[in-house]
Every structure is written in C-alpha cells, then in structure tokens.
C-alpha cells in the first residue's frame, strides 16, 4: 500500500461525524481508482477532540482537521493521487495564523510524551494482529515464560508506577500484597468506572487500545495468582463495552485468554460486568458490591479488598490507565520507566483536558510538567483574552489550583501539598468569568446526587453544605456561613464511611483557600466578580461595571432612538459618561454574553454617542438636590473619585468644597490624557454639570500650603482624601538623570497644561500601559520623527486598551516586545537605551509568563529623548506621617468596609488607596465613599440619583443572528498624526441603533 490512512475513531470524533467522512474517503477511493494503493484504518482516539473529524496519513505525517465529508475528494485527488498536502485543511496555529501540516509540529502533540496513548492514532483498534505488529502481548510472553510472579512484582517496584486512578499508591506494593495471599480463588478488577465529571481518559484508552488493557491485566493476573479478571465500566461507555468485546473475543480466539496461555500452564479469563453509572461505583468496596450483583455501597474497611474482595476472595484493583503501563514497563524495565517524570512519580500521565481552553482532549505528559505547561503550551490557553483562572483537578473530590500554581509540577506529593488529588486524570480549566461559590455548588451538587446515603454524614452533610452554596449564589447568604460550611465540610470528612464522603467537602475547602473573598462578596456585598450568580444583579455587564451602570437600560434606550433619556440613566450611576465614553477601559464588555456568538456590544462607544447627542443638542436638564444640610464635607483632589462623591453628597445636600491643587479640575483626567482622546471641552462639560449641583471646586489651591489640612479636618464634619497618584516612578537605571530622560506623567502633565515642551527627533517610551502609549502618540504628534516603545512582556501582556495599541501602529510607532532596557547611554545627554533582548520563563501570580533575560543579547537603541512611563505613586505632604497608617507602596491605608483611614472623620479612595488603577473605579470609590460618608453624619447611606426613567421592555424576538459590530468613524492615521484632534469621531445614528440591537438583553427575567 502506498498510503494508510488513520481515521480517528474516538468516541468525540464518532460523535462529531467521523464515520461519514470515513465512507465518503471510501468512496471517493474507489472513484479516484486508489482502492487497491490506500488502506483505510479507524484507530483510537488520537487526542485532539477539538479538532474532530481527523485524520491521519501516514507515512506522510499530515492531519486534516475539522473535517467535512464533502472536503474527502480533494484530499483523496489532491494528496493521494498528486502527492499535494491540502494545507487550508490542516491545522491553523493561532500564533503563527498559519497552516501547519505534520501533526509531529503541532504545538498540543509535539510537547506530548505519548507511551500509553502511543497506539492511538498509529493502529486499527480492532486487529489483534496490528497491536501484535507492535509488540503487543510479547510483554505478556516474557512474564509468563521467562518470569517468576515474584519477579513481575519486583519489575514493577522497580519502576515505581504508582496507581493512577487517584489515590497513587504504588502498584508494586499493592501486587505484592495481593499476591501474598493464600487462597484457592483470586481477582483482579480493571476498574473502568470513571465517574469523574470531565474525565475521559480511561473510555478513550479501552476504545482505542483495548489489547493493551488485556495484556495488562493478564500479566497483573499472573503476578498476584488470580485466574479471573473483570472489567467493570459503565453503562454510559458503549463504544468502549463494544471494541473491548471484540477485542477479548479475539484473544481468546488464539489462546491468549484461556487455559494454558503460551503453554505456560497459567490461566486467566476475563468478563466485562456494566456498572449502573454511579460515582461512589469508583470506590473499590462499592465496586466490588456492583461486581457481585448487589447495590453499589462502600463497606469498612478491614478487611481491605486484597484481603477479602469480590466473593471474600482476595482482589487486587486497578484502574485502566495503571494497566496500560504494564506491558511496557516488562518489555523496556521498571529502570527505564523511573527515568521518566519524578523520583517520586515515575512515567507518564494522561489528561482529560476540558473547559476554558483551545485545545480540549486527550494528552499525555511526563509526571512534573507544570500546571501552566499543560495550559498555556499543550492546551493553547484560554479563549477569547480571557484570563485564567483555575484548574480543577481530581473531580469532585479534588481541589482546584489558581494562578500563584502555574508553575506546580503535576505529581501525586505536590497536589496533595496543595490540598488537591490528582484523581484520575480529569484536569477542568476555569477562565475568569467562573464563580467560585459556583464551581463549588455545581460539585456539591454533583456529590449530594451520587451519595449512596449508607452514611449518615455523607448522605445529610452533603446536602447542608449544597443548601449553604444555593444560599450564597441567590443572595441570601448570611454572616456565619463561611465558618458553618468549612465546619461541614471537616465533619464529613472525618466521619463518612468512603472515599466519596470523605473528599466531599474538598472543593469547598479549596474554593475557600484560595477564593475566600468571593464568598465573602456574596455575603456581604451581595455581588458575584463573575457574573454568574444571576440573582446578585441586573446583568453581567452592569455587575462587571465597577459604578454599576445600568448597561442593558441605557442599550435599550439608544436602540428606541431614545438617547437623551440613555444619557442620563447613566448619570445615576456614574456623572462622567461623555469623559467614561472616551477613556474607560469598559470592563462591562469582556463580560457581555454577546462575545459568545460574535463580538461583545459596543457598550463604551454607545455610551459616548448618548453623551454626544446630548451635548450637541444642549437640552436643558435639572439635577434633582435635596434641601441643604449643615454639614459639609471637604474633599482633596478635583479627579474623577474626588468629584464623583462630591456630585453625590451634593444632591443630598452637603455643602461640598473641593481643594485642587492644579489650575485645572478633573486629576489625571486633565493632565494625564491627550486631548486627541478627551477633549478638553468635553471634560469641561462634565464638570461644569458637576458645579450645578452645589460642588464648589477651588484651583491652585494645594492643601498644606494654601489651606492647612487641620483646618479642613475642623471645617468639615468630613474629609475625603482623593489625591491620587499623580507622580512617576523612577526606573531606576543608570543615567536616569540625564537630559532628555522626560519621565511619561511629567511629560503628558506639561503638554496638557500648555507649557513648552520639546521633543527629540527619536523618542523611546518604556512601558506598556496607558501613559505609555499616551505619551509616544503626543511625541509624535508634537514632531518627533521616529517613535519606539519597548516592552519586556509580550504584546498581548500590555495594559494598554487594545485599541490605543492599534490606533499607535497606525500612526508608526514601533512596538518592540520582549525588550527590557538596562541604561541609558550618553556623555551629558541621553543618545540611547541599552537594553537586553527577554526570553519567556514560568508564571508568575497574575498568571503571565516572567520575562528572563537572553544572554548575550544586548544592543543599543538610538534616542535624543527617553521617557519612561512605567508606574506612578503618590505624595501626601499634607498629612503627618505619624498621624495616618500607609501600606508599604505609600498608599492610604482605610478600613476595607468604611473606607476611613485611621484619622477619624477622614475617608480616603481611588488610586491614593489602591495605587495606579482606572477612572471608572475612582469613580465608583466615590459613589461607595459618598454612602459610607451619608450614613457616617447621621443619613440612610441612599443617595439621590434623580427620577426614575422608564426603560423599553425586552423584545420576545428569540431571532438573533450573528452580526459583527458596527462600525465607528475615526481619523485617517495620515491627518491625525500631527494635530491633537479627536481621533474617534463616535457612530453615525443609525450604526449606533444597530449596534445598540445587537445587545440580548440579558437583564430579561
């Protein structure tokens, strides 16, 4: 035969259609007259189920993916009768956004090390004589001819294999055992149960290499002395209860099963036993209750199952993956196999890869691969930007790992270390719109379902703690329920009968380890970070809106053609939505449910088409304010936060002054954005609106020097420390001090402000966030003539908007990644940066991968002006060291809840308490900071946000196609570069309605 092509016949693929693109390749052989030069083979699950229907030609190496029957002809006419690999049918890399034939170069396989799921992809699943071709059952020869049992037990302690169906203990001392009974009948039990939700491994290994198995439980049968195996499996498992069948069938048909096997004189048979599908059926004393025709139910243990099992005869279980290891570790020696994964953890693992990633599937890796190995590198990472999260592993009964554990060998020593299993293999990847009270109700669910009830722990605790869970996520959770689950969970733990019972309460435990303060956020705050506790909100977009903002209203309003009344709903919440329109980083989209099927709404451009409608038709408008009251309250600092709680208190009628010490209001607002992208008028507006209400703001006034911050504290009932972080860092480099070297809020400060600033011919920026990319557009529009930000992370790491990114490649900047400078060279002043090309290395706690430096690498990148725009801090002169407790970054220490420093009467928020953060969270600070202060001088903590509109009922219309975004005008690259015009000129009306359609409206009940 010229060719053998593999059609992968897992049971994804099955699912998926690949038994009609295999009959349309045997059409399509027969009408191309190749019949008789290809064979034509189904193998085994080949591991790439996102990729289904596939196939494999050998001995070429190419896999076509996502295959269609109609797309079989040109592969048959093209490749196998031309010799021409069809590429756009083979798989497209992402990252390289091209096609990559051989299957030995992809990513998710060439980082593999397939031993047990060698065969699968390279043999039929249904020839004994294939399997043989590779070696199959000579293991089983050498045992049972050339070996004592004595020696198969001691082959694989030398190996060190340990049992991979979740609890790791060492199979050698567990044959050892087993064999060490006397008895006139013994058992040996594949277990093949694999109830684990998201678990697949143990199916796709019996479907696509089921003499594997066999061989494996022959030689396990001759090492313990039993004469009788049984494989118990599911009843969920067809596919797999059906090639085992036929594979046993044919063993026995050449005596490989049977009496007198290789004229050895030992004997062994073994019969499949379909299990109901209960979970607590994985335990072993269950098991062998369901084995022996009674109720799945554990029993105590002693005696233990190789003691007395099936029948009280003596039973040694294992699981399938553990079996399939056997014949290799006789044929290459348990020395060989200890080479492989760690000293603790010898060989391999196979993982069922699911959830929030790429590449979904079947892989098997070296025992220490790290977590952030088998996410990022095999399973390609999480879709869509999203950021990742958690992985569960060992199933219900295991424990999930965040992202402080990217960098965490996968071995049995250190997930237990970190309060996890490994389990059989299941590995669920979590990206960040998951809730954690969520995950851990969904497997308390699961848990309380499959008790069996026998214990009384089991069977009550674990429907206590599912109550506690459905409590949290609807919102009714109460102060107690932290300490009442982990109480629960420690008893039933304790005091249940098995396995089952006892790791019950393991995905609690661990939610609670390492996530506590999202329950802590549904209780207290009654808000899920997630956006999945639907109970807790409007929808996920006005839950991931830090102020709030009713989204889907606002949408719905635009779509109605009602834009006036949008804009306003939006002032209930936040008073900047012109200024938010323009520069908020619009947290709201990458939550939108919209993206699931297209791209997210629009949110943040529609809010500003409302604020521009508004603004160009100038209507009159009335703020609500309450009658004044006798307190006022002082404010510091005219930003965003500032301003936000000033525009609040002042509607429920405080007197509010704000002190300022810039000519200008409005903080970085003002001095750190170009006018290219907030336009001073626009910013102006907003204030001015602000002033309406009764905020009085006065400029150049700098408290400690104009005003005594004493005589603040005894003017108002209240002060509102909301300065910001309006200072840059130092690099800290060689030659910061030079001329030239213009760091980046310094710079943007001076150009907004008017005063003269001169840029060099080649600029350089450093950083990669907002100010960065700020600054290198203003240098090139003030007439440098070549602009260069370097960045020591990816591009993708940046903080940056995606689209002010985009937006500076269309004015030619030039981003240079993985770039890290080291000096700054020059005799007086600045000519260039030395800098050190950076390699990727492990993870660190955000979950990014930490640049390392490439040796020999450095090189000098030429400039007459550097400015490094890497982070910025704040400067409290106004306030007595001793007087008020700072964290160690210099930012304001407050009481979490109160949001009071520890001067009494002294509030503080936004970026003086968090550091460098956005403007719609300063702004949702003083909305927060404007309740706590209301109810701090004796009010209710309700602020007033004007008459109720009415918003347009959701549309029953269930037709909703797929539609891309419509699109927004802007600039031409080529007249914006050198002047400081708007580049986003907003939607025309009718995009903008279009648009505003699009949205699902998911605030319907």
Same mark, same amino acid.
Not at 724 to 737: A, H, I, K, S, Y
């Given at each position: 035969?010229?060719?053998?092509?593999?059609?992968?016949?897992?049971?994804?693929?099955?699912?998926?259609?690949?038994?009609?693109?295999?009959?349309?390749?045997?059409?399509?052989?027969?009408?191309?007259?190749?019949?008789?030069?290809? =064979?034509?083979?189904?193998? /085994?699950?080949? /591991?790439?189920?996102?990729?289904?229907? !596939?196939?494999?030609?050998?001995?070429?190496?190419?896999?076509?993916?996502?295959?269609?029957?109609?797309?079989?002809?040109?592969?048959?006419?093209?490749h196998l009768k031309q010799g021409r690999v069809v590429e756009n049918l083979c798989y497209l890399d992402r990252d390289q956004n091209k096609f990559v034939p051989q299957q030995g170069e992809i990513d998710f396989f060439k980082r593999q090390m397939r031993l047990v799921t060698a065969h699968c992809g390279t043999m039929a699943f249904d020839s004994l004589e294939a399997y043989v071709a590779v070696d199959g059952y000579q293991a089983a020869a050498k045992a049972l001819t050339a070996m004592k049992p004595t020696d198969v037990v001691d082959e694989m302690k030398r190996s060190g294999l340990r049992g991979r169906g979740g609890g790791g203990f060492p199979v050698g001392r567990k044959w050892e055992a087993g064999a060490s009974q006397v008895a006139?009948?013994? @058992?040996?039990?594949?277990? !093949?149960?694999?109830?684990?939700?998201?678990?697949?491994?143990?199916?796709?290994?019996?479907?696509?290499?089921?003499?594997?198995?066999?061989?494996?439980?022959?030689?396990?049968?001759?090492?313990?002395?039993?004469?009788?195996?049984?494989?118990?499996?599911?009843?969920? @498992?067809?596919?797999?209860?059906?090639?085992?069948?036929?594979?046993?069938?044919?063993?026995?048909?050449?005596?490989?099963?049977?009496?007198?096997?290789?004229?050895?004189?030992?004997?062994? +048979?073994? #019969?499949?036993?379909?299990?109901?599908?209960?979970?607590?059926?994985?335990?072993?004393? =269950?098991?062998?209750?369901?084995?022996?025709?009674?109720?799945?139910?554990?029993?105590?243990?002693?005696?233990?199952?190789? #003691?007395?099992?099936?029948?009280?005869?003596?039973?040694?279980?294992?699981?399938?993956?553990?079996?399939?290891?056997?014949?290799?570790?006789?044929?290459?020696?348990?020395?060989?196999?200890?080479?492989?994964?760690?000293?603790?953890?010898?060989?391999?693992?196979?993982? *069922?890869?699911?959830?929030?990633?790429?590449?979904?599937?079947?892989?098997?890796?070296?025992?220490?691969?790290?977590?952030?190995?088998?996410?990022?590198?095999? *399973?390609?990472?999480?879709?869509?930007?999203?950021?990742?999260?958690?992985?569960?592993?060992?199933?219900?009964?295991?424990?999930?790992?965040?992202?402080?554990?990217?960098?965490?060998?996968?071995?049995?020593?250190?997930?237990?270390?970190?309060?996890?299993?490994?389990?059989?293999?299941?590995?669920?990847?979590?990206?960040?719109?998951?809730?954690?009270?969520?995950?851990?109700?969904?497997?308390?669910?699961?848990?309380?379902?499959?008790?069996?009830?026998?214990?009384?722990?089991?069977?009550?605790?674990?429907?206590?703690?599912? #109550?506690?869970?459905?409590?949290?996520?609807?919102?009714?959770?109460?102060?107690?329920?932290?300490?009442?689950?982990?109480?629960? =969970?420690?008893?039933?733990?304790?005091?249940?009968?098995?396995?089952?019972?006892?790791?019950?309460?393991?995905?609690?435990?661990?939610?609670?380890?390492?996530?506590?303060?999202?329950?802590?956020?549904?209780?207290?705050?009654?808000?899920?970070?997630?956006?999945?506790?639907?109970?807790?909100?409007?929808?996920?977009?006005?839950?991931?809106?830090?102020?709030?903002?009713?989204?889907?209203?606002?949408?719905?309003?635009?779509?109605?053609?009602?834009?006036?009344?949008?804009?306003?709903?939006?002032?209930?919440?936040n008073p900047f939505p012109a200024i938010c329109g323009r520069v908020c980083t619009h947290p709201c989209e990458s939550k939108c449910r919209r993206a699931q099927m297209d791209d997210p709404v629009a949110i943040c451009d529609l809010k500003r088409y409302a604020a521009d409608y508004v603004f160009a038709n100038d209507e009159p408008h009335m703020d609500l304010v309450f009658p004044k009251k006798e307190a006022s309250v002082g404010i510091v600092g005219a930003g965003p936060s500032g301003l936000t709680a000033g525009y609040y208190l002042a509607r429920l009628g405080y007197g509010v002054t704000v002190y300022e010490s810039l000519p200008v209001a409005g903080g970085l607002l003002a001095s750190g954005i170009p006018e290219y992208r907030l336009?001073? #008028?626009?910013?102006?507006?907003?204030?001015?609106?602000?002033?309406?209400?009764?905020?009085?703001?006065?400029?150049?006034?700098?408290?400690?020097?104009?005003?005594?911050?004493?005589?603040?504290?005894?003017?108002?009932?209240?002060?509102?420390? !909301?300065?910001?972080?309006?200072?840059?860092?130092?690099?800290?480099?060689?030659?910061?001090?030079?001329?030239?070297?213009?760091?980046?809020?310094?710079?943007?400060?001076?150009?907004?402000?008017?005063? +003269?600033?001169?840029?060099?011919?080649?600029?350089?920026?450093?950083?990669?966030?907002?100010? *960065?990319?700020?600054?290198?557009?203003?240098?090139?529009?003030?007439?440098?003539?070549?602009?260069?930000?370097?960045?020591?992370?990816?591009?993708?790491?940046?903080?940056?908007?995606?689209?002010?990114?985009?937006?500076?490649?269309?004015?030619?900047?030039?981003?240079?990644?993985?770039?890290?400078?080291?000096?700054?060279?020059?005799?007086?002043?600045?000519?260039?940066?030395?800098?050190?090309?950076?390699?990727?290395?492990?993870?660190?706690?955000?979950?990014?991968?930490?640049?390392?430096?490439?040796?020999?690498?450095?090189?000098?990148?030429?400039?007459?002006?550097?400015?490094?725009?890497?982070?910025?801090?704040?400067?409290?002169?106004?306030?007595?060291?001793?007087?008020?407790?700072?964290?160690?970054?210099?930012?304001?220490?407050?009481?979490?809840?109160?949001?009071?420093?520890?001067?009494?009467?002294?509030?503080?928020?936004?970026?003086?308490?968090?550091?460098?953060?956005?403007?719609?969270?300063?702004?949702?600070?003083?909305?927060?900071?404007?309740?706590?202060?209301?109810?701090?001088?004796?009010?209710?903590?309700?602020?007033?946000?004007?008459?109720?509109?009415?918003?347009?009922?959701?549309?029953?219309?269930?037709?909703?196609?797929?539609?891309?975004?419509?699109?927004?005008?802007?600039?031409?690259? !080529?007249?914006?570069?050198?002047?400081?015009?708007?580049?986003?000129?907003?939607?025309?009306?009718?995009?903008?309605?279009?648009?505003?359609?699009?949205?699902?409206?998911?605030? *319907?009940?």
């Amino acid at each position: 035969m010229k060719y053998e092509v593999f059609v992968c016949g897992g049971a994804g693929c099955v699912s998926s259609g690949c038994q009609a693109v295999q009959s349309a390749l045997m059409d399509a052989l027969g009408s191309f007259g190749l019949s008789d030069q290809v =064979a034509v083979r189904s193998t /085994g699950c080949i /591991g790439s189920c996102h990729l289904g229907p !596939a196939l494999i030609v050998q001995p070429d190496g190419v896999l076509y993916v996502k295959l269609a029957p109609e797309d079989i002809a040109r592969i048959v006419d093209e490749h196998l009768k031309q010799g021409r690999v069809v590429e756009n049918l083979c798989y497209l890399d992402r990252d390289q956004n091209k096609f990559v034939p051989q299957q030995g170069e992809i990513d998710f396989f060439k980082r593999q090390m397939r031993l047990v799921t060698a065969h699968c992809g390279t043999m039929a699943f249904d020839s004994l004589e294939a399997y043989v071709a590779v070696d199959g059952y000579q293991a089983a020869a050498k045992a049972l001819t050339a070996m004592k049992p004595t020696d198969v037990v001691d082959e694989m302690k030398r190996s060190g294999l340990r049992g991979r169906g979740g609890g790791g203990f060492p199979v050698g001392r567990k044959w050892e055992a087993g064999a060490s009974q006397v008895a006139d009948q013994k @058992y040996l039990v594949c277990n !093949a149960d694999e109830g684990d939700p998201g678990a697949f491994m143990d199916r796709s290994l019996l479907e696509g290499d089921p003499h594997a198995i066999i061989e494996g439980m022959l030689i396990g049968g001759y090492a313990i002395g039993a004469t009788k195996g049984f494989v118990y499996v599911r009843a969920e @498992y067809p596919l797999a209860v059906e090639r085992l069948t036929t594979a046993l069938a044919q063993a026995r048909s050449v005596g490989l099963l049977g009496g007198n096997i290789f004229n050895s004189g030992f004997e062994f +048979d073994i #019969e499949i036993r379909i299990g109901a599908g209960a979970f607590v059926c994985g335990e072993e004393t =269950a098991l062998m209750a369901s084995v022996e025709g009674h109720r799945g139910e554990p029993r105590q243990k002693p005696p233990f199952p190789f #003691e007395s099992g099936i029948f009280g005869k003596p039973t040694i279980i294992n699981n399938v993956e553990t079996l399939a290891n056997i014949p290799l570790i006789l044929l290459r020696g348990g020395a060989w196999f200890a080479t492989i994964g760690t000293e603790k953890s010898t060989g391999t693992k196979v993982f *069922a890869l699911a959830g929030d990633i790429h590449n979904t599937g079947i892989v098997e890796v070296p025992m220490g691969t790290t977590l952030g190995e088998i996410v990022f590198d095999i *399973a390609g990472g999480i879709p869509r930007g999203k950021h990742f999260k958690a992985a569960q592993t060992g199933g219900p009964s295991g424990g999930c790992l965040t992202t402080e554990h990217l960098n965490t060998p996968i071995d049995y020593d250190s997930l237990t270390h970190l309060g996890t299993i490994m389990g059989s293999g299941g590995l669920i990847v979590m990206d960040e719109d998951k809730c954690m009270v969520d995950v851990a109700r969904f497997f308390m669910d699961f848990v309380r379902d499959e008790s069996c009830g026998k214990c009384v722990p089991c069977r009550i605790g674990t429907k206590r703690m599912l #109550e506690v869970l459905e409590r949290l996520s609807t919102g009714k959770g109460k102060s107690g329920d932290i300490a009442l689950l982990e109480e629960l =969970a420690s008893t039933v733990k304790e005091t249940s009968i098995c396995g089952l019972g006892q790791t019950a309460g393991n995905p609690v435990l661990s939610t609670l380890r390492n996530f506590r303060e999202e329950y802590e956020e549904h209780i207290n705050h009654h808000k899920c970070r997630a956006g999945v506790c639907s109970d807790l909100f409007i929808s996920p977009c006005q839950n991931a809106c830090p102020a709030g903002v009713n989204v889907p209203g606002y949408i719905a309003l635009i779509a109605s053609g009602r834009p006036r009344d949008a804009y306003y709903l939006v002032r209930k919440d936040n008073p900047f939505p012109a200024i938010c329109g323009r520069v908020c980083t619009h947290p709201c989209e990458s939550k939108c449910r919209r993206a699931q099927m297209d791209d997210p709404v629009a949110i943040c451009d529609l809010k500003r088409y409302a604020a521009d409608y508004v603004f160009a038709n100038d209507e009159p408008h009335m703020d609500l304010v309450f009658p004044k009251k006798e307190a006022s309250v002082g404010i510091v600092g005219a930003g965003p936060s500032g301003l936000t709680a000033g525009y609040y208190l002042a509607r429920l009628g405080y007197g509010v002054t704000v002190y300022e010490s810039l000519p200008v209001a409005g903080g970085l607002l003002a001095s750190g954005i170009p006018e290219y992208r907030l336009p001073k #008028e626009v910013l102006a507006k907003e204030i001015r609106m602000i002033e309406q209400v009764g905020v009085k703001i006065e400029l150049n006034c700098e408290v400690g020097r104009d005003v005594k911050f004493e005589d603040l504290r005894r003017d108002h009932k209240a002060v509102y420390v !909301a300065t910001g972080t309006q200072f840059p860092n130092l690099v800290n480099l060689p030659g910061e001090d030079k001329a030239g070297v213009y760091h980046g809020l310094t710079f943007l400060k001076d150009v907004n402000l008017g005063r +003269d600033v001169e840029v060099g011919h080649k600029v350089v920026v450093i950083g990669g966030g907002s100010t *960065a990319f700020d600054a290198a557009r203003t240098a090139k529009r003030l007439g440098a003539e070549s602009v260069t930000v370097l960045y020591r992370r990816m591009m993708e790491d940046m903080p940056a908007d995606p689209r002010e990114i985009s937006e500076a490649q269309e004015e030619g900047i030039v981003i240079r990644p993985l770039v890290a400078p080291l000096e700054f060279v020059g005799n007086g002043s600045v000519t260039g940066v030395k800098c050190m090309r950076m390699k990727l290395g492990g993870f660190d706690a955000s979950g990014r991968r930490k640049p390392a430096p490439s040796p020999d690498s450095e090189f000098v990148v030429e400039a007459d002006m550097v400015i490094p725009a890497v982070s910025q801090h704040s400067d409290l002169p106004f306030i007595d060291p001793a007087d008020v407790k700072t964290t160690r970054w210099g930012t304001l220490e407050t009481d979490p809840e109160s949001m009071m420093t520890s001067l009494p009467g002294v509030f503080a928020g936004g970026d003086v308490v968090r550091g460098p953060d956005v403007a719609i969270q300063a702004i949702a600070d003083g909305k927060v900071v404007a309740r706590i202060i209301d109810r701090y001088l004796g009010g209710t903590g309700k602020l007033n946000t004007g008459e109720e509109i009415e918003i347009p009922r959701p549309s029953m219309d269930k037709d909703v196609g797929e539609h891309e975004r419509f699109t927004m005008r802007f600039l031409d690259p !080529a007249s914006r570069t050198h002047n400081f015009d708007e580049v986003a000129i907003g939607f025309h009306k009718l995009n903008a309605i279009a648009e505003a359609m699009r949205c699902l409206r998911c605030d *319907a009940r």
